[in-house]
């Protein structure tokens, strides 16, 4: 499928040399080659085409919470989906485009008082990156409550989310299969009480300041954070980059940071978990760029 924008070139469609430093949650990071801002799903796709016409590789963003972009930028398109929010609701059927937050989705979900998708509220991501990673909180994962999900495959394709690859914090979605948006299907009764536990569980247990949320996955028969925490790591810095004296699976920018610091911290992080424990740490934060 062809947007407006058809057949152009990146040049014509996109922002060059753009700062991605201040659009990432964390706030680290060089320049990407290309930027792009499409509305909907064609100017989506003619961003998606142009760069492998031009051999680009391409980045999709949200809300860019969950990335730690190299210092040196990314040599591709890095394509931003802030504006395609679109929200529509039929029965207890609730779509979302991949632009969407995970607060804006709940606060929908509230005003047509669906139940479901509670959980996500508070996970600073959009739904197309929830969905790519399958992001979960409270034993909950987003591919509990999806019955379609929509990707870029040469036009837009239909997906039942068993054809997605799903696991814990991972799919077969992303960059080779963008997500374009996604369906949930709820049930009628919003629950309002969930939301406040949410809220009061954040604040409580959760830095405040810029982070990219978890930084390692739980594993079968441990939480990283508490074996961060047993070695002794909360509040332990490489330049800018901390371990988050309240969660430990938390990395805070505590000013100044750089991608190499945060690319460092966790590499020790990892060398003394691994030494005391015998556990390797896998990140749940991807990287993007050449590290």
């Given amino acids: 499928m062809n947007g ?3 057949e152009r ?5 996109c922002l060059k040399d753009f700062s991605l430093k201040e659009r990432t949650a964390f706030g680290v990071g060089g320049r990407a080659k290309y930027a792009c801002f499409p ?6 796709a003619d961003c998606v085409s142009a760069a492998k016409r031009e051999n680009l590789p391409v980045a999709v963003l949200g809300c860019a919470s969950n990335v730690i972009v190299s210092d040196k930028g990314f040599d591709g398109a890095a394509v931003f989906t802030a504006k395609m929010n679109d929200l529509s609701v039929s029965g207890t059927s609730v779509y979302a485009a991949c632009g969407v937050s995970g607060a804006r989705l709940t606060e929908f979900c509230r005003l047509h008082d669906l139940s479901g998708a509670e959980f996500l509220y508070g996970i600073p991501a959009s739904v197309g ?3 790519a990673m399958n992001a979960g909180a409270f034993g909950r994962e987003i591919s509990s409550v ?3 999900v929509y990707v870029l495959d040469g036009g837009v394709k239909r997906l039942l989310p068993a054809e997605c690859g799903f696991s814990y914090r ?3 979605l992303g960059s080779s299969l963008p997500v374009v948006g996604a369906t949930f299907s709820l049930k009628r009764g919003f629950d309002e009480a969930a939301i406040e536990k949410i809220r009061r569980f954040r604040r409580e247990r959760q830095p405040e300041g810029r982070t990219f949320g978890s930084t390692f996955k739980n594993g079968e028969g441990y939480f990283a954070g508490a074996l961060i925490e047993r070695a002794g790591l909360k509040n332990y810095a490489v330049g800018g980059a901390a371990v988050s004296g309240v969660h430990a699976n938390f990395i805070v920018n505590k000013g100044g940071a750089t991608a190499a610091d945060v690319r460092a911290l966790i ?3 990892k060398k003394r978990v691994n030494a005391l424990f015998g556990v390797t740490l896998c990140e749940e934060v991807r990287y993007l760029g050449e590290f």
């Fill in 39 to 44: 509305e909907n799903a064609g100017e989506f």
């Fill in 146 to 148: 999806l019955s379609e």
């Fill in 267 to 269: 590499a020790y992080i």
């Fill in 129 to 131: 990156g929830m969905t």
């Fill in 170 to 172: 991972s799919s077969a």
């Fill in 4 to 6: 407006e924008w058809g």
């Fill in 9 to 13: 070139r990146l040049c014509e469609l």
